[in-house]
């Protein structure tokens, strides 16, 4: 669904990507997780036609959205990570203009605002002006009017951030639920456990440059299945194993303090760039 070859993205001095490849596959959930300034936001922007590249070719669908842009555009919706709804007029309003604004029939628009209020349950606000809405309930607005004109494809550029615990919880449930209705989703993200929580696969990129892509499973499995953290000389350490028994066998007779957890997929980010995610 979507296929991104060689994108190169230079800023004057700054070169925000330096060649990425990615192949995001019909119905998966693919997370793109990085530190602040490793190129997320740009390449979102790329893929959805708000930014052009210096180099390289980005498919949504099979439309190059550089040359083919008013067709590659039908097949997504976006979800960017500004709170960008018009806060002056009502849920309802707010996506009735999306409606318009992609030639949906008349028609057709009042059902599906109504279909996807309730999928998003946001039914009991539908009259309410934006304003008055929690800013969960606005990140649950913004992926139904990403909804509206039914897109293959869904972009989600840090779609829980500055929500609390409970409410991220709650927008993960809704994008699973998204994603068994057979919508492809790419999602930016430097939350770690936003990462292994909800992708098939995640790519890690730093610096403009992708520097891992599998399933979190292969990702954390590649550093071992148990991690030892212990402060050496004032130095945090990590140490992998691949067993408890062998984890246990380390542990026997050292007095320094410790603590035995499993691998996690910011132990594998680390491990490739030196450096964590957030
Ligand atoms: N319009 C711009 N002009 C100049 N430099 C830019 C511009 N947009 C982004 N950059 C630079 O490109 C690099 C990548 O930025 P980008 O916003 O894509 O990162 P990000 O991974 O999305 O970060 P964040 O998690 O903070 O949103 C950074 O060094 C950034 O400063």
Redesign the pocket.
Known sequence: MIQVRNLVKT??D?K?LKGVNVHVKKGEIFAYL??????????IRILTGLTRATAGTCLINGFDIATQTGDAKKQYGLVP?AINLDQELTVQENLLIHGWLYHMASSDIAGRVNELLDYVELSPKKKSLVKTLSGGMKRRLMIARALLHSPGVLFLD?PTVGLDAAIRRKIWTLIKKIQQQGTTIFL?T?YIEEAEFLADRVAF?DQ?SMVALDTPANLMAARGAWAIDRLVADVMETLYFKTREEADTFNTNRSEQFTLRRVNLEDAFLDLTGKKVK
């Open positions: 800023y004057k700054v925000a990085g530190p602040n300034g490793a190129g997320k936001t740009t390449t990570q840090e930016t430097h990129i403009g």
